[in-house]
């Protein structure tokens, strides 16, 4: 079992930049997906950043503004979030598939963009 732990949220001002960190309890393998999703209040989770093995897609939302990196060695994955706007605000979350049916969800790290 994987577990992910978030951080790196907080409430920033619209144009503003983020980073957001995922810390993975056991060693990431180049062949996991991961990825980056997030969930507004009143709204269904929705994929921002997926990479699979050399490609990452983004959320046409976040296209130009937000990158995907992950560094296998040290377990973790990150999101650097500039230009942040309010429709930004949501809670963000980590995701790693390892093989068919498993995969893992870290807590969540709340990000708030003010205007």
């Known amino acids: 079992q994987v577990q992910l732990v978030e951080s790196g949220g907080g409430l920033v001002q619209a144009g503003g930049s983020l980073r957001l960190s995922c810390a993975a309890s056991q060693t990431i393998s180049s062949s996991y997906i991961m990825g980056w999703y997030r969930q507004a209040p009143g709204k269904q989770r929705e994929l921002v950043a997926l990479n699979v093995g050399d490609s990452t897609n983004y959320a046409a939302s976040v296209k130009g503004r937000f990158t995907m990196s992950r560094d296998n060695a040290k377990k973790m994955v990150y999101l650097q979030m500039n230009s942040l706007k309010p429709a930004d605000t949501a809670d963000y979350y980590c995701?790693?598939?390892?093989?068919?049916?498993?995969?893992?969800w870290g807590q969540g790290t709340q990000v708030a963009v003010s205007s």
């Open positions: 995701y790693v598939k390892i093989r068919g049916n498993e995969e893992y």
